[in-house]
């Protein structure tokens, strides 16, 4: 069941697992333990509950759910270097279901040279492509798009599963502006941009058509409409509490040496002055996601010792590790104007547009049971583009692309402006390619300044600190420029919009890279801040069963563990995280 106070949580029975955070990866975890009746299951949840949360039920509002509302962390990262040191926000999901309930629901898993890289970074063959692929299909539940349309040569059903948990399906709202242009430009131009039938199937190269954790009706399938939906919450084993904001890990005594970590503080995220206290028999899960698992992590003394006794937080173990590592991806919108009127802009200038909109999405139908993208690519600078290459100290230099088949960069084709990205001008209708670097050579941390439990953390990404990274994003830039110089859209762009900030993607280098450094922000995929490293190794902070290194106890399951991010968007990852580590917390505990 779901409880909304520590008063109405049964204490009669102690709890074998308790799992912080219910969102994405930690749910699955919920799920999975809370299969077995015997285990009595807590998830403490600092977030609200999703329900009725219509801006995370409704695929197009997902650009209203964050940043800065009531279903917000309302982060704030520290002045970038890389971005022209603008701060910018940094939103995570504050509510049941994590950042699932709050993201845009594009569907990737990452090439299967990513998670092959994280058995070999790890030492632990378990990670492989071939060993996760398991993961994959058990999280997924295959249905048709809202608009049942022959989706045949859309996606290759073999990879894909139609019985597992979280809803994914294509696109169920035809943009016959757009869509097929975008297809007639994969003929026009192969070489660049050729067609693949499914860009999850373990090598995600080409433009393909977006999958999405969306269900058939037209709604959000996040980790609480899925994993903990109606079928498992009634579970009688199984205990949410919401408005449970956890503020430490609390040694409970000694197991073979080591601190024994089987204790949570935490206190009503409404109504602070009160600390509670709960205790795990077996194992405490931490899936506080990449942000606050790090931040948990220093406030209970699992850190650098430095920083920690600098804020005079007991050191239980001295771990620099802790919160370093952080790996994201940037990403920069780019608009051209669009000779069209159906666009996204039309409904967002016409109210009476926009409840049209909404009472067909009632219904299932319309616009509003995607988000924002119906095709998107995963493309790589050539190898022999020698004029890219060539900028970078061959003897030193390492590409950060985990092989031959994972994308530097990904292009998000958009009907307009995704609402919020930039203000909405006065007239003109848009199309947008969002550029993204997804095999980013930069690295930033996420370390505590306090520690009082309920201050931000400090965040700091370090976008487009590394050359590569901003190279990347330029070549991107001109690759989406090619794109629409192709001929399927010869009466369809009408030409680079310059935007309101002086900068401009269509001048010279010189200023393609201030455009660049001031219109980029993130895809919010923070990964990497608590890595799994192997059993013995002298960095990172799990080792690759999960478990955190020098206690016994502990164990975390979310995107903080995978060593960088993967060429991907995050949420599939997670669930894979989440479905990995379900299984090797019940298979320690068999
Ligand atoms: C705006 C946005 C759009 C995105 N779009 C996409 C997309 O389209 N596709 C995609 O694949 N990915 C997307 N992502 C990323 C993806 O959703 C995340 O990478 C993924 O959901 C992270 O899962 P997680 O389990 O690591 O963390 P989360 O899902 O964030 O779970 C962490 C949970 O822990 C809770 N928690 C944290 N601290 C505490 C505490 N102290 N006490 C108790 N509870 C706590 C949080 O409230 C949260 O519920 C997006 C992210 C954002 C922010």
Known sequence: AIYESYAQLPKNKPFDFVIIGG???????????????????????????????????????????????PWDWNYTTVPQPGLNNRSISYPRGYLLGGTSSVNYMTYTRGSSQDWDRYAAISGDDG???????????????????????????????????????TSVSLPGYP?????????????????????????NSGNPLGVGWSQSTID????????????????????????????????????????????????VQFVNSTNTAQNFTVKARKELVLSAGSVNTPQLLQLSGIGDESLLSSLNIPVVVNNPSVGRNLSDHPRLTNLWYANSNQTFEAAQRNQTLADEEFDEWQEGTGPLVDSFTNQ????RVPANDTTFWSQFNSSTFEDPAAGDITPHYEMLFSNGIVPGAVPLPATGSFFNVI??????????????????????????PGFLTEDFDFEVMKYAVHSAQRFVAGPAWSDYILGPYPGSDNTTMAGTEEQLGQYVRQNTGTIWHPTATASMSPVGADWGVVDPDLLVKGVSGLRIVDMSVLPRVPAAHTQSPAYIVGERGASLVIAAWN
């Not at 998107?376 to 493309?379: D, K, Q």
């Not at 670097?437 to 201050?455: C, F, K, Y």
């Open 376 to 379: 998107l690519a995963f493309l």
């Open 127 to 165: 990670w492989k492509w071939d060993n996760i692929f398991t993961d994959v299909l058990k999280a997924e539940k295959w249905v048709a798009p809202s608009d049942h349309h022959n989706t045949t040569g859309q996606y290759d059903p073999q990879f894909h599963n139609t019985t597992g948990v």
């Open 435 to 460: 550029t993204v670097v997804v095999s980013p050579a930069s690295r930033g941390s996420i370390m505590i300044n306090s520690s009082n439990p309920l201050a931000h953390p400090v965040i700091n």
């Open 175 to 199: 943009l016959p502006n757009i869509d097929p242009r975008i297809i007639q430009t994969t003929k026009d131009l192969p070489d660049e941009f050729p067609f693949t039938e499914d860009y």
């Open 23 to 69: 969102g994405t990866a930690g749910s699955v975890v919920a799920n999975r333990l809370s299969a077995n009746p015997s285990y009595n299951v807590l998830v403490l949840e600092a977030g609200v509950s999703n329900r009725g949360v219509l801006d995370s039920i409704v695929p197009f509002f997902s650009d209203d759910v964050v940043p800065f509302t």
């Open 216 to 263: 058939t009706r037209g709604r959000r399938s996040s980790a609480a409409t899925s994993y903990l939906g109606p079928k498992y919450i009634s579970r009688p084993n199984l205990h949410v509490l919401l408005h449970a904001k956890v503020t430490r890990l609390v040694k409970t005594g000694t197991k073979n040496g080591k601190p024994e970590i089987l204790g």
